[in-house]
């Protein structure tokens, strides 16, 4: 099967949330979306992923160390991809066309026995975007799986939004194009609500424990090589999350659910509550954050 992976801005621009940054770079917790996604794919041996975008790894270090990590393979667009597959003889296979930044990642194994099961030449998930209480939409699929037919048919036209076109396509041509139950709501991460929510999720006594927190206290938990000083934690509110290399100076007070990213650094007398810190974030003496996220690229209000 080949993997395709879009970046959020090359399938939808929101600035700024991923305007400076892709999208899957994002931390849930202590690891980034698009860790997530490639430990997702790594189960079911899907190692290849072609990764379309327009921006350019050499002008974003995080950026590009993602890309050397999980050794991804760098497209300007799915026609590039498509005829990379078709120069190495391989239009015989699967095609999976998804974005890196789902919450949660849907059921992969299940979805392929439906379409193949069902004959259909396409399978997807639908999408639903969050922005706030109450406040969702159902934007294009948020995971295309496509047979080889479909791949054969990509490779006599261009196409810009492969998410929304691959199955409009398939029933324009009358071919079967099968929605599939991805066993819960699956939320395209591409807004700061929507990131703030998929934190939450995760912020659980038991996943905590297993990825080495330790916890002080009834709400706090502090990740190894973090540093706490002395701090004021309402437990009323939700867990507080310190990940690794964040400090958290003296006098300040925190009521959950917080999250403080890697590397974070909350100078004395802040106060936060509902916060998503993101990674290399800094709060000046006395800041005030509640529901909202903040970052060294981002500052986005988030509606409680």
Known sequence: ???????????????????????????????RLIERTMDWLGKFGLGRVHLVTDRNPAEDFA???AVVEHDLHIAASLDEVI???????????????????????????????EHFRSGATVSFVKGTCRFGPGQYSHGAPALVLASPVMSRMLARRPVERPLAE?????????????????????????????????NLGDLRPDKLGSAGFEQRGDALWVAPGARVEAV???????????????????????RGPTLIGEHAVVEPGSFVHKGLLLRDSYLPKQSFVANSIVGPTLSQRVAS
């Open 83 to 113: 005829l990379r597959i078709r120069r190495r003889g391989e239009m015989d296979q699967a095609l999976l066309v998804m974005q890196a930044n789902l919450d949660p990642l849907p059921d992969l194994p299940a979805i392929a026995a």
């Open 166 to 198: 691959i199955p409009r396509l398939a029933r324009k041509k009358g071919l079967k194009a099968l929605s599939v139950d991805g066993g819960t709501a699956v939320v395209e991460v591409n807004n700061p609500y929507a990131l703030y929510q998929a």
């Open 63 to 65: 950026f590009s160390r």
């Open 232 to 254: 004021q934690v309402d437990p009323i509110g939700g867990p507080v999350v310190v990940t690794r290399g964040a400090t958290v100076a003296a006098g300040s007070t925190l």
């Open 1 to 31: 099967m080949h993997v395709v992976l879009l970046d959020t801005q090359y399938e939808i621009r929101r600035f700024p949330f991923a305007s400076a940054s892709p999208a899957f770079l994002l931390p849930i917790v202590h690891r």
